[in-house]
């Protein structure tokens, strides 16, 4: 079903990097939140209601038969399970194996799973033309998970899926788009050796009319615009989140690592690369320089950054007594997070006021990086964007961004323990990233979303999720705390996988209630018969 926008809506914005309207001249951060959230509560809905006789009767039969309370049910558990990548087909964009897709939703709903995650494709509604959309795979999923009584949160996905053509999993940005960054290759990102990024667009050039007569940001509001006039009869009873893309993997940070699978000892070592050499970025930064009178301060990124799996210490800008926390170092770094955190303010800002109204809960992601988080400069998050060092909290800024409109903050890597990271680099420590951000979203009154980095969880990993829920959770009152676990494949269905998963969905739905009681004993049994979850995976399979 191909849908085709109205006119390109007036749009107007300032393309200084440096500031907003509210921020003194010289300066590149967001003022402080000084009240509480006053836009709506954001909540996951429950299917708790007053039953009926027949609805009584029904859950009977269901207690009777798996040998659990309903109680779950009705109350909703705080998990969502991602669909897989290759849920449609590319590029028709219909669903794939549908008989399969019906076998899981079913088995997702029996172990009490709230709802699914679905990653909405720019690449994939909007390929071929400007303004012309496909929404009908899209719509097959939220009936059907209509039907199977799921929850969905929709995923705004504006960024590139896979590494190229070959990967099975391969979603371009759409072909016009393509074709338009053919024309200016400044539109992708470029690091300082002039390698290109086609993950995502640059953010210099957000407001700027490179796509056809519109602005990326005019693209990507047009696109949500015509997602919620489509979906409009599903907001609140199925659809009941939004989570906004802003940057590379659906984040908001720039592309600092290279998408090209490398092994995870490697990748994790990684310093990355600051993504600031197209012609827009470069642009901005000298109009930042020039405004301070530190001209010499515009030719691109610092000089001695170090290679890309380099020791930090050996990197005359990243060690320990080194040039970022120079004032250069925190120029250039104030310019580098400030333009992140106005290309997510920019797209905040639209996707409030397109949602504004609706039984909706919007939120953004930020990506897990933490393994520098044990060094002075964590170089790997400031070359992602996020200006977070040992002496000053970049986290805190993003969070307070989110609340300004009340946005839901997503991270990954909740599963992820200190123990196990630093036996492949002792700098590493998911757990105080995890934390640091949790904190954050204390202090600024925004619920929470975990998800797992790992394909596949055991026992211990689901443990930690607990233990990082219980960190941020703190009783009634709190704003909520859900997880997303990636990813629905057949392994999931596998019996010892199956019966893993099934436990935690039922330790997250008592986490709420019954917050001391972590433990996995042998007593614990899964939601679901053993022959369902059979089914469904064989079905996958």
Known sequence: MAIASPSTPSFSASICCTRTDSTPARSLRFPPIQTRLQSRQFTLSCRSSVPSSNESDGDLQYEIQHGVSTDHRRRGSLVFVTLPLDALNFPVGTMKRKKAMVQSFRALAAAGVEGVVMEVWWGLVERELPRVYNWEGYLEIVVLAKHCGLKVRAEMAFHQCGTGPDDPFWIPLPQWVREEIDKDPDLAYSDRFGRRNMEYISIGCDVLPVLHGRSPIQAYTEFMRSFRDTFIPFFGGVITGIQVGMGPAGELRYPSFPLQKTARTLRSRELGEFQCHDKYMLASLNACAGEIGMREWANGGPIGAGSLMQNPEGSEFFKSDGSWNSPYGEF????????????????????????????????????????????????????????????????????RLFGRYGFSMCCTCFEMQDAEAQQMNPDSSPESFVKQLSLAARLCDIPLQGENCASSLDDGSFEQVLRMSRFYWNGPGTPTFSFNFVRMDKNLFEYRNWVSFTRFVRQMSDAKFFRPNLGFGDGDMPFLSLSASSTAGVVLA
């Open 332 to 399: 250039f770094l104030a310019w580098y997070s400030g333009m992140l955190l106005l290309h997510g303010e920019r797209i905040c800002r639209e996707a409030e006021s397109i949602f504004r109204g609706l039984e909706v809960n919007l939120s953004g992601k930020v990506a897990g990086i933490h393994w520098h988080y044990r060094t002075e400069s964590h170089p790997s998050e400031l070359t992602a964007g996020y200006y977070n060092t040992s002496i000053r909290d970049g986290l805190l800024p993003i969070a």
